[in-house]
Every structure is written in C-alpha cells, then in structure tokens.
C-alpha cells in the first residue's frame, strides 16, 4: 500500500493535537477519510458491526492498523503524553502472553500492509524489526523482556497509530486488563484498567438505547473468533483538533470551547470517526480492541457534497434522546452552515464520498 507521510511539524512538545493545534488534512486525506454517516438519520440500532476484511469505500479501511500522512505527527504525540503520564500504559501481570501475542501480530499486520516502511521476521523466538519512518532497526527475543527497551505491547504500541485495549475473557465476561489510550475521549483509561465490561462502559453511557447496545455487543464480543475479525465506525462532534481528551486532561481541553463563534465553526468543529477494530489472538483468546480517531473539519466536510449534506441532515435532525449527543457544541450554528450544501437531493447510499476530486476550499 502506497501512501505519504508528512514531516514532523515542529519540535516536542507537538503543537499539532495541543497548544496551537496546527492540525490540517491534504487532499488525499480527505478522501481516505472514513466518514461515519451512511444514511441520513443517526438511529441507535444495534452494534453496527461488519467483517474487518481490509475492505472499505475509503482507503482507511484497507489495512488491519491503519497508518497515514499524520503518523510521524501522532506517534511525537503519544510519546509526549506518555513522558507527562505513565498511568496511559499497562498491561496487567497476568496478560504477559497476551501482550507478546498481540505484539508478533501487530508487528505481522503492519509489515504486511505497508511493506515499504515496515519489516518483521520471525524464526521461532528470534525476530527483527524495522520500522523506517522512524529509522527503528531491533532484534529481540520473543517472548523475553528484556531484549525489548520496554514492555512488547508499549514498544509496538508506541509505533502505531490509534489506541489499543487488551481484553481477557474469563467469568462469563469480558476484562479490560490492558492497553495504550493517548487519546480518549471523556473517559480515564488508568480508572477503568481491570474492570469488567458492564462497569466500565457504566462509566460512559447512560441512555438505555446505549446500555441494550452494551450487552448486545458483549454477546456478540464474546463469540468472535480469531478468523472473523470486525469493524465498526462511530463517531463524535468535537471541538478543535485535541486527541487527547481524557478525563486527565480536561483541565486543558475544557477550555477548547473558549473563543469558538459562529464564524469560526467551520474550522474548530471537526467530525471525530472512531474506527474501532476487535482481533482475537488465537493462543492466548484475548482481544485486541483497536480504537482510531480521525479527524474532519466541517470546512474539509463540505469538499465534499454527499458528506457535507449528509452531515447537515443527521445534525439537524439528531434525535436529542441519544445521551452522548445531546450536550453537542455548537450545533445549531453547525446546521446553519453545512445548510448551504444540502439542495435536498437524494443521496446515495453507504459511506464513501462518490467523487475523487474535491470542491474548492468554502
């Protein structure tokens, strides 16, 4: 797979996801955009699940740990929030071969799809890896820790983009007992690590619509199999380009709102996919739960049609029952916009953007 990195854009600490926050997509990051919205109501159904089989209307999808023009920029990122707090990483005791598992297959998927960054060889215990975006050349012994400047899942973890969960199955249920969250979204990784499913999604979600969708996905969870990976999208309306928003850092991020008018919505409020991917490892039957944030400025929507009149429809018609949408930040200000771009005209079905070429900037 052929893409483009950019450059780092500045010295530590980043400004691209904090301080300035200087973030900008390019064209073809646009249209590799995995826009959320595929009809034009938002209805909480069910889980939305589909195969993850590195297919998709956009580029995004076609890989299994998606890797951008914005990786260099998110990985300084994920170090600099890792240097001011170490609670974003752990792996519980008891996950050692999970963690080890998880790294081979990350380091597996990645060398796979963009072989012309990654490497990975592995002759029984004896591995190397390359990773040339960042000039990282390593042989290491799978399985002992200390041929490793740190633990497996942090190191490969580091080298990637997205947050990711490792799950335990055990008591009828499922265990968050792992990860590397840098950049969630209102929740605190470090407060729910070791709980099981129903309490730590208790402590997200509160409509009932949301909770039957819970023990829905729990079941559902459950029965994957290492064969049958799965995907879905979901997606918030943020304000300004911040990945990291977890409840550690809303001392900065609650500030974000300040200044935001109805003149500047089109480029502070930005539609944030999360791409989220569920991966059984076979031998230790943990789950690798992925979650990747993209992020979309209305301004950047509206180059392209189907999206922006999409987008304008499902806000302006967003069922205010739906408890994780219903304190959403300049709303009304972001229909008023994104109404220019919508004649009323059917649209098609699905996702994707049905163009390669973009409308000029609005």
């Not at 300035?20 to 390019?26: A, E, G, P």
């Not at 029984?124 to 990773?131: A, F, L």
């Not at 002992?144 to 490792?166: K, N, S, W």
């Not at 709303?331 to 649209?347: H, I, K, N, S, T």
């Amino acid at each position: 797979m052929n893409l483009s990195i950019a450059p780092r854009s500045g010295d530590a600490p980043p400004n691209v996801f904090r301080g300035d926050m200087t973030f900008r997509n390019s064209d073809a990051g646009i249209l590799r955009f995995p826009f959320p919205l595929d009809t034009d109501r938002f209805e909480m159904k069910g889980v939305g699940v589909e195969p993850q089989d590195r297919n998709g209307p956009t580029a995004a999808y076609r890989s299994l740990f998606d890797i951008d023009e914005h990786y260099l920029d998110e990985v300084a990122e994920r170090a600099f929030v890792l240097d001011q707090d170490r609670s974003r990483y752990h792996v519980l005791p008891h996950m050692e071969e999970a963690q080890w598992e998880a790294t081979d297959y990350i380091m597996r998927a990645l060398a796979r799809d963009f072989p012309a960054h990654f490497s990975y060889r592995r002759e029984d215990r004896n591995c190397r890896w390359e990773n040339r975006l960042l000039g990282e050349r390593r042989d290491f012994t799978f399985g002992r820790a200390e041929t490793l400047p740190c633990e497996a899942f942090e190191y490969i973890t580091r080298q990637a983009q997205g947050d990711f969960v490792l799950m335990d199955q055990r008591q009828g249920t499922l265990w968050l007992d792992g990860g590397m969250v840098t950049a969630s979204y209102g929740w605190s990784f470090d407060f729910i690590l070791g709980m099981n499913w129903h309490d730590w999604h208790g402590t997200l979600v509160g409509a009932v619509a949301e909770s039957r969708v819970i023990d829905q996905a729990l079941r559902m969870t459950m029965m994957l199999s290492a064969e049958a990976p799965q995907r879905r999208v979901t997606w918030v309306h943020a304000v300004r380009p911040r990945l990291d928003k977890s409840l550690e850092n809303k001392i900065v991020w609650q500030h974000d709102v300040d200044g935001v008018t109805a003149e500047t919505v089109p480029d502070d409020i930005f539609v944030r996919s999360e791409f989220q991917q569920l991966y059984r490892l076979p031998r230790s039957n943990a789950i690798i739960f992925v979650l990747r944030n993209y992020l979309l400025s209305l301004r950047d929507v509206a180059r392209v049609p189907k999206w922006a009149a999409r987008l304008h429809r499902v806000l302006r018609d967003l069922d205010p029952a739906l408890a994780r949408f219903s304190n959403i930040h300049f709303r009304r200000e972001c229909v008023d916009w994104l109404a220019r771009f919508d004649d009323g005209r059917p649209l098609s079905s699905g996702a994707g953007p049905d163009t390669e070429r973009l409308e000029p900037r609005p």
